[in-house]
């Protein structure tokens, strides 16, 4: 991650807010994953659907090495994902409560 002075510190915290806006902005799937493909490398955007692929096998109690042979995820990212997913900021459990209460069509 890059090092930033305070005057750009600042100013990319803005940017992330201004970054979850626009997510919030789209109104149905299609636009998420339009606007996801427009912001990401199609690497980017393969890392970010193996963590989502994860936690919902994490979610289900799916041992490490079964979620691996499963998905060619790596043990490695398993563990972070875990991690993140126990003690993180919340994001990857409460949007698993979200769709586990209104799930959405694909």
Sequence with gaps: M???????AEANRAARSSLAEAFLAMRTA???RAL???LTTPAELEA?????RVVKYL???????EIHERTGVSVTTIGRVAR????GNGGYRLALERLNQNPLEP
Excluded: M
């Design 2 to 8: 890059k090092q930033l002075d305070p005057q750009h």
């Design 30 to 32: 299609d636009e998420c």
């Design 36 to 38: 996801l493909k427009d």
């Design 48 to 52: 970010l659907v193996d963590r989502w």
């Design 59 to 65: 979610d289900q109690g799916v041992p490490y090495r």
């Design 84 to 87: 993140f997913l126990a003690e």
